[in-house]
C-alpha cells in the first residue's frame, strides 16, 4: 500500500467512528483531500498548502512541527473559535494515525496566536524551525524575523551591516529561498519581511528605547528577544525569534503569543 493510500483508509475510518461515537469535530492533518468529507461535524484542516481546500476552516501550520503540537494547537484553536468545548471529543487523522481526543486547551499558547496563522506565518515559522533544527556549520543559531508593518518597522531599525538583500527580489514563498535566507541567519539583528512575503534586509538592529516602552517578557531572557517583544509593541508587526538554545518564539503586542523548542521533538 502507498502512503496515499493509507491516507485514504484511515480517512475513511475516521469518518465512520464519527458517525459511531460522539464525536464533535474532525480535525485533518497533512492530508489532500481530493473531495470534502461528508460529515455533519466541523472539519478542520491542519498543514501545509491546506488553505484553499474546499472552503473549510484551515489551520496553516509546519508539518515540521510533529502530530503531537498539531494535534493540541489544532485543539486549542477549536476550543478559541468556538468550535469545541474544553472536554468534547475530536477525533484527528494523519497520513499514518488516527487518534481520539478530547478538547482541551494547550497551555503555552495564547488565543492571539491563531488570528495570526496566515500562510506568511507559517513560512517563517517553518523556516525558523529549521534553523533551530540545522544551526550553521554545525554550530546553533539564533535570530529574529520580523514580520508585516514594514514601514514602521524600518522607522524603528536600522543597519548593522550592508543589507544583503538590498536591490533583490527575495521572496519567502520563492523556492530555495529559505536557503538564500538561511545563509545571511548568521548576520547579528533581524530579518525584516513584508506580508506579502519580500525579504526587504537582514542585520537589522531594532531600535527600542525600553525607557519609554514596557514589555511583558520573562526575566532571564535577553536582548534579542527584549528586541523582538519590543517592536512587537512599537509596531503592529509580529516577530519570531529563534534562540541559540533552539527555542523558537513568536511575539505580538510586546508579549510572548507561542513558545516552542523544535529540539525537543
Ligand atoms: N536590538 C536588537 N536588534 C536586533 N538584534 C539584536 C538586538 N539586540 C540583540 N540582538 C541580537 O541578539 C544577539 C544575542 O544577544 P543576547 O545573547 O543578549 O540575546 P538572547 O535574548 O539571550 O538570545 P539567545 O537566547 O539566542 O542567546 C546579538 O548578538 C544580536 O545579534
Redesign the pocket.
Known sequence: MKGNDYAEVLLKKALELTRLLDIKALVVIGIELKKPPKVDIPILLVGRETSRQHNLKTLPLPLSMGTKNLVNLASSFMIAEGIIKEGETFIYVTPSTLGIRKAKKAVEVEDEFFSQIEHIFQEVLELAIELSLEGREGKPI?T?FVIGDTKNVIKH?HQ?VPNPFKGYKINIFDKGSKEIIKEFAFL???FVISKSGRVLCAG?????DFKKVSVNIPSG???????AA?ISKVTKAIAI?????G?VRVFKDGKIIFEYNPRLH
Open positions: 539564533g529574529i531599525s548593522m547579528d539583528g533581524a537589522r538592529y531594532l531600535d527600542i531572557l535577553g536582548s534579542r528577544h527584549l528586541a519590543g525569534t529563534v534562540s541559540e538554545s527555542i
